[in-house]
C-alpha cells in the first residue's frame, strides 16, 4: 500500500493551517478592488457594442454628454493614446487581447467596448453609458459550433508567454492504427466555458504625475505591470499595482483584460480616479473564456490491451485577432506508454472574445478526450480501465526521452480503487443498483504540469520577537497568505499569528503569477533563501554587537533554530531569542532577500515534472425521473509534499465540483443572430453548487518531489478538474447506457 500524508506534522509545513487571513474575510475587514474608495473618485461604464462583426459608423454621444453628474463620454476620438503592448521577458507583457481599447472602428465581438461613460457615480455613469447610441455596420457574425481549421500555425505563443510547436509525433502512428486489431476512433466536444469567479473584474486607476496607481483585481500584478506600462509609455517604476484580496479568478484575472488600460485613459483625461467595475454579463463578453474544443482520438491497441498508437487531432475555437493556445495535447505525448503518436491541432476563427486560461486551459479539456477514449477502449476490449492504465503505464516521459522526476500515478490508481470499492463493479450497463436506483461508476487518470516561475521575496526578523515576509504574488482564495506565513515560520520559529504577510503589491519583491498551479512551488525557495539570509545576519549581529552573549563566538560558531541563537557546540539549549539579540544591538529589525530561478518553460529539461492523480465517481440514475446525480467521489492525487493539507483539500473539493459543473452543467451559448454569448448570467449560466456536490473523499500521496523544490511540494490548483468529466460520462454510459461526447451531458441526450 502506499502511504497517505496523514498530514499532522509539528512544524507548521505539513499542519492543517486555517487560513492567516480567515478572520479578515468573515469580518469585512479584506478589501477587495472595488472596496477601495478615494476622494473625488469618479465611475466608469463601457458602453458593450450589440453586435458581433462590422463597424461602428457612428456614436452619439450627445444625450449621454448632457445628462446632469456626466464627466466625459470617451471613446476612440478623445481617448488619448494607448499603445500595444509586446511580449517582453517572461512576464512582462502578456495579454489574451492585444489590440487596445478603441484603436479602430471594428467590432470583431459581442461586448467589445466601444465608448466609456465616466460619471460622479455609478448609477450616472450606467445611464450616461445606456444613452449612447451607435450606428454599426453589420455584418453576420460567425459563431458556428462545427469548428474546421482555418489556421495551422507552426508555432504558437503557449499559456505563460513561451514559444514553442505543440504538435508531436513519433513512430508511425497512421500505419500502426491501420494495422491495429483493434480500433477506436471517437470525436469529443467540449463547449465554450465562462469563469465566473465571485468577485467581478474591477479596476480603480489613480495619477500622480506620471505616476499610475492600479487597483485591480489580479493574478498577476508583476506582468499587469509590465502591460500597462507599455500601454501608457512609462517605465514600469512608474506603475504601480496593489490587489490585496481577489474573489478568484479561475484564469480569467491572468493576465490584463481591456477594462483596466481603459480606466487608467480615462483617468488620465478626467484628472480624477476612476472606478470601472464590470457587470457578470460583461464577464462574458470581454474577459475571456475557456474555447470550445472538437477532438478526435484514435486509439489502437492489441487484443490484451497494449497501445501501439495515439492520435489526437483537434480544433479550437479562437476569436478574430487573438491567438490563445488552448494546448488540448499537452499530456498525450507522455500520460501513457505507446510507441506511434500523433498530435496535431488546428485553430477556427469566431466572431467571440479572446479565448483565455481557464483552470486547468488545455489539459483539462484533453484529458476528457483522451481519458474517455482509454474507457471507450477499456469496454471495448472488456478490460477493466484500470486494468488498461496499468498496463501502458510508461517507464519515462516517452516524449521528452527523460525520467519523470516522481510519478506516482499507479499507486493513486490503487488507493483510489480500494476507497471506491471498485472490485465490486460488475461491468454490464444498468447492472448495479441501491435502493432502487440504477448506479453508474467510471474512473479517470489525471495529471499537471509542475514547476516554478522566478520568484523572489524578502523576510524580516523584528525586535518584538514578530516576522514579516513579502513577495509580490496574489492570494486568489488559494491560501498563499497562509503559505507564506507556514514558510516563514517554519524557517525562523516565529509563531504563525506573529508572522505579517505582505503580497499583492508591486512595490514588493517581484513574486509568481497565481497561475499554472505555480505559485506555492515557486515562492518556497525564494522565501526559505530570504529567511537563510536574515538569519546569517543576525548570527553576524549576535557575534559582533558589544555585550552580546556570543561577543566571544564568530558567526560560524553559532546556529539559529526555533527562533533562538545558540552556540552549536552547546546545543539549542542555551540559546537566546533572537528579539532579545536584535534590543541589545538596538535594531528594529534584521531582514533578507531571497530569489529563485524558474524551471518552467526549460526546452531541455533533465526530468519530467507533473502531479498526478485519479477519481473514482459513482452517480445514480433514475430513469422514471430522468434524474442524475453524482453521489460520490474519491479522487487521490500525488502532489508531492502538501504544504497546508486543509487548504489542500479544498483546493480538490472546488475543482471536483467545478467538474461536476463541467459535465453536466456549464457551456456559453452564442446567439447565431447576433453573436451575444445568450446565456450571459447566473441564472441561465449554471454552475455546480453545494447542493449537486456528493460527499468528496479526497486523498494526497506523501512522495516529496525534491526536483521542485527542497519541500518537495507541487502544485494542487487545476489537476484536480483534470480528468473529472471523463469519469462522469463513463459513469454515465455505465448507468444508462449512453455514451455523450459533447459537454455537458444534458438530460435530453439521456432519454431513449
Ligand atoms: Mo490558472 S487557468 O493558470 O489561473
Not at 413 to 421: D, I, V
Request: glycine letters at 10%; charged letters at 25%.
Amino acid at each position: 500500500m502506499p502511504t497517505t500524508q496523514k498530514t499532522q506534522t509539528a512544524s507548521p509545513v505539513g499542519r492543517d493551517t486555517p487560513r492567516v487571513d480567515g478572520p479578515r474575510k468573515v469580518s469585512g475587514l479584506a478589501q477587495y478592488t472595488s472596496d477601495f474608495h478615494f476622494p473625488g473618485m469618479l465611475y466608469a461604464v463601457p458602453v458593450e457594442a450589440t453586435i458581433a462583426n462590422g463597424k461602428v459608423v457612428k456614436l452619439d454621444t450627445a444625450a449621454a454628454e448632457k445628462m446632469p453628474g456626466v464627466r466625459a463620454i470617451f471613446h476612440r476620438e478623445n481617448i488619448g493614446k494607448i499603445f500595444r503592448s509586446t511580449l517582453g521577458q517572461g512576464f512582462e507583457g502578456v495579454c489574451e487581447e492585444r489590440r487596445p481599447p478603441f484603436e479602430d472602428d471594428v467590432v470583431r465581438y459581442y461586448g467589445q467596448y466601444i465608448a466609456l461613460a465616466v460619471a460622479d457615480t455609478f448609477e450616472t455613469a450606467k445611464a450616461a453609458a445606456d444613452a449612447v447610441r451607435a450606428t454599426y455596420a453589420k455584418e453576420k457574425p460567425n459563431v458556428e459550433t462545427d469548428l474546421k481549421a482555418d489556421d495551422d500555425p507552426d508555432e504558437v505563443v503557449t499559456t505563460f508567454g513561451t514559444r514553442q510547436r505543440l504538435d508531436s509525433k513519433r513512430g508511425d502512428a497512421e500505419g500502426a492504427f491501420a494495422s491495429s486489431p483493434v480500433k477506436l476512433d471517437q470525436t469529443y466536444v467540449t463547449p465554450s466555458e465562462t469563469h465566473n469567479p465571485l468577485e467581478l473584474h474591477a479596476t480603480t486607476a489613480i495619477w500622480d504625475g506620471s505616476t499610475l496607481t492600479l487597483y485591480e483585481s489580479s493574478q498577476g500584478v508583476v506582468n499587469l505591470r509590465g502591460v500597462l506600462a507599455q500601454m501608457f509609455g512609462l517605465p514600469k517604476e512608474n506603475v504601480r499595482v496593489i490587489t490585496k484580496f481577489v474573489g478568484s479568478g479561475f484564469g480569467s484575472k491572468l493576465w490584463p483584460w481591456t477594462q483596466c488600460p481603459l480606466a487608467a485613459a480615462a483617468a488620465r483625461q478626467v484628472g480624477k480616479p476612476v472606478k470601472l467595475v464590470l457587470s457578470r454579463k460583461m464577464m462574458f463578453q470581454s474577459v475571456g473564456h475557456r474555447p470550445r474544443t472538437q477532438q478526435r482520438v484514435r486509439l489502437g491497441a492489441t487484443r490484451d490491451g497494449k497501445l501501439v498508437s495515439l492520435q489526437h487531432d483537434y480544433v479550437y475555437q479562437r476569436s478574430i485577432l487573438d491567438a490563445h493556445h488552448e494546448d488540448c495535447g499537452e499530456a498525450t505525448p507522455f500520460q501513457y506508454s505507446v510507441a506511434n503518436l500523433r498530435v496535431t491541432f488546428g485553430r477556427a476563427r469566431r466572431n467571440v472574445g479572446a479565448g483565455a486560461d481557464m483552470r486547468g486551459p488545455g489539459r483539462v479539456p484533453g484529458l476528457y478526450a483522451t481519458e474517455s477514449a482509454m474507457n471507450e477502449l477499456a469496454d471495448q476490449l472488456k478490460i477493466d480501465p484500470v486494468k488498461l492504465r496499468i498496463l501502458n503505464e510508461p517507464k519515462i516521459d516517452e516524449s521528452l526521452g527523460v525520467p519523470f522526476s516522481s510519478r506516482h500515478l499507479l499507486e493513486c490508481f490503487e488507493l483510489g480503487a480500494e476507497k471506491f470499492g471498485w472490485s465490486r463493479r460488475s461491468p454490464e450497463v444498468g447492472s448495479m443498483k441501491r435502493d432502487g436506483l440504477t448506479l453508474g461508476w467510471g474512473m479517470a487518470g489525471c495529471s499537471w504540469i509542475a514547476g516554478r516561475f522566478s520568484s523572489e521575496a524578502s523576510v524580516e526578523l523584528r525586535d518584538d520577537g514578530t516576522a514579516r515576509v513579502a513577495s509580490a504574488t496574489q492570494d486568489i482564495g488559494t491560501g498563499m497568505y497562509t503559505i507564506l506565513a507556514q514558510l516563514t515560520s517554519q524557517k525562523t520559529g516565529v509563531p504563525l499569528d506573529k508572522v505579517e504577510v505582505a503580497l499583492g503589491d508591486t512595490s514588493l519583491p517581484e513574486g509568481p503569477l497565481s497561475g499554472g498551479s505555480m505559485a506555492t512551488e515557486s515562492v518556497v525557495p525564494a522565501v526559505f533563501s530570504a529567511a537563510d539570509n536574515a538569519i546569517t545576519s543576525l548570527l553576524t549581529i549576535a557575534a559582533t554587537t558589544p555585550g552580546s552573549p556570543f561577543e566571544k563566538h564568530k558567526p560560524d560558531d553559532l546556529a539559529f533554530e526555533g527562533g533562538r541563537v545558540f552556540v552549536k557546540a552547546d546545543g539549542p539549549a542555551k540559546g537566546v531569542p533572537f528579539d532579545d539579540l536584535l534590543r541589545r544591538a538596538n535594531l528594529r529589525l534584521v531582514s533578507g532577500s531571497g530569489r529563485s530561478e524558474a524551471t518552467f518553460g526549460n526546452p531541455k529539461p533533465k526530468f519530467s515534472t507533473h502531479s498526478w492523480g485519479c477519481h473514482f465517481v459513482e452517480v445514480t440514475w433514475q430513469p422514471e425521473l430522468a434524474r442524475l446525480r453524482v453521489s460520490r467521489v474519491v479522487t487521490v492525487m500525488d502532489a508531492g509534499r502538501i504544504i497546508n493539507p486543509l487548504a489542500g483539500r479544498n483546493q480538490i473539493v472546488g475543482a471536483v465540483v467545478m467538474g461536476i459543473g463541467m459535465a453536466l452543467l456549464e457551456h456559453t451559448s452564442y446567439d447565431p443572430q447576433n453573436g451575444a454569448p445568450i446565456n450571459s448570467n447566473l441564472a441561465d449560466y449554471v454552475v455546480a453548487v453545494n447542493a449537486d456536490a456528493p460527499p468528496i473523499d479526497v486523498h494526497f500521496l506523501d512522495f516529496p518531489d525534491k526536483e521542485i523544490n527542497e519541500l518537495g511540494a507541487r502544485g494542487i490548483g487545476e489537476i484536480g478538474l483534470a480528468g473529472f468529466a471523463a469519469a462522469i460520462t463513463t459513469a454515465v454510459h455505465h448507468a444508462t447506457g449512453v455514451r455523450v461526447r459533447e459537454l455537458p451531458v444534458k438530460i435530453e441526450n439521456l432519454l431513449a
